[in-house]
């Protein structure tokens, strides 16, 4: 393949503009951001779930704490009808006063117990309202966090993304002017060659692969013609002369 001198040195300037797109696409997959908006959703999920799982227990608990508050006023209730009717004189028969009065004090100690009961629950249920609360907080707290580092990445991006669409924009002016066929094997040796299909011959060493050349491959350049494509012997990229080739 023959191109003009001038036209292969253009293809350094594209291969410059890829390597700094290629830069700019490996700083946008690894800014910082992205692995600490990783662990902080991490974390919130696990404070999430400890917050599911508190505000249940809260729940539990108020309903358990209504159904022995209720047990406890049936009690006291029947007390206080039982109560009622041995102070109204309508039990005559001293062995039913005597039921009466015995199921009175059972009702008692039956109203007591089921008082300590709830009393347990109600600190059960504290202790579940706390948990909630500075659940909630720390909750909130990593929501914070998250949305702090989110912005901080999308600012990032937002950056990087200019500087690629401005640069990619001076890729299609600069490659635009480079011979199809020149511009479709640099399009070629780049994709098998880790991004980079053109390198400068600088002091007689290959730039893409920072080999030297030996005395052979030197005179090959030496012979062939301005308007030669020449590839490296050594990685196979295109190899562009410039005045400070060294031949």
Do not use: F, W
């Not at 227990?57 to 009717?85: H, I, L």
């Not at 109204?88 to 199921?103: C, F, I, T, Y």
């Not at 300590?116 to 579940?128: K, N, P, Y």
């Not at 990032?156 to 640069?167: F, K, M, N, P, S």
């Amino acid at each position: 393949m023959n191109a003009a001198p001038a036209d292969q040195i253009r293809l350094l300037d594209v291969q410059a503009l890829d390597v700094r797109l290629s830069q700019l696409a490996h700083k946008r997959r690894s800014l910082p951001e992205h692995a600490e908006i990783d662990t902080l959703n991490a974390d919130l999920a696990q404070l999430r779930d400890l917050l599911v799982a508190a505000t249940t227990e809260e729940s539990d608990t108020a309903r358990e704490q209504t159904k022995a508050e209720q047990d406890v006023d049936q009690v006291r209730q029947r007390a206080a009808r039982d109560q009622q009717r041995l102070d109204s004189g309508a039990v005559s028969s001293p062995k039913d006063l005597e039921n009466l009065q015995r199921e009175i004090v059972s009702l008692a100690k039956r109203q007591g117990d089921l008082e300590d009961v709830v009393l347990e629950i109600m600190e059960r249920r504290e202790s579940a309202q706390e948990r909630v609360r500075e659940l909630t907080g720390r909750v909130e707290s990593l929501q914070a966090k998250v949305a702090d580092a989110v912005a901080r990445r999308d600012a990032a991006v937002g950056e990087i993304d200019a500087e690629a669409a401005t640069l990619t924009k001076e890729r299609e002016v600069v490659s635009s002017s480079v011979p199809a066929d020149l511009l479709a094997l640099y399009e070629k040796v780049r994709g098998r060659q880790g991004g980079v299909g053109a390198a400068r011959l600088y002091q007689r060493r290959c730039e893409g692969c920072r080999l030297e050349l030996d005395i052979t491959e030197l005179n090959d350049v030496r012979a062939a013609a301005p308007d030669a494509v020449v590839r490296c012997e050594n990685c196979g990229r295109i190899l562009v002369r410039t005045p400070e080739s060294g031949l």
